[in-house]
């Protein structure tokens, strides 16, 4: 078993833990919504708190942190487009969001947005890039309701060239 620090990053701020788990993939195979976290400067930031981070067993008997992250990824596991979208260099999803406005999204491979394109009643479209959101949280790209979004690199650069 190896130790690998884990977060949860919820956009205004994030859970952390310490996870003792036969490798990286088998957490984020278990539990949704959580990223292993590798950067150097992030497990010098964990080892000089004040406070130790948590540590669990990913196995550990329930409740434990990871208990609820565990059961939705368990109650997505068997649907169709699970872990579709995972492992990827790029992912670029649609969503329809209130009033007619429409959200065209590029993902990097750990689910971040890269670029964005929101395209309103009117038909225009404005991009924006990560200078521009004051919260980026990751989404989780095993997470099968995300699969039937995916459109093609090409409809999300032809939006992104027609937005100002």
Known sequence: MERFLVSHDYGMGALWWWVRAPSAEDIVLACADV????????????????????????DAPHPNPLSSFRATRDAQRDRPGFGALAGRE??????????????????????????????????????????????NPPSDLYDPDLAPLEIPADTFESAWRAAR
């Open 90 to 135: 790029r992912v670029h999803l649609r969503a329809e969001g209130e009033e007619g406005v429409v959200q065209l999204a590029e993902l990097g491979p750990d689910g971040r947005r890269l670029r964005q394109v929101e395209i309103g009643p009117s038909g225009k479209g404005v991009r924006t890039g990560p200078a521009d959101w004051l919260f």
């Open 35 to 58: 990223q292993v976290v590798t950067s150097e400067e992030a497990w010098r930031w964990a080892r000089a708190q004040d406070t130790p981070l948590p540590e669990v067993d990913l």
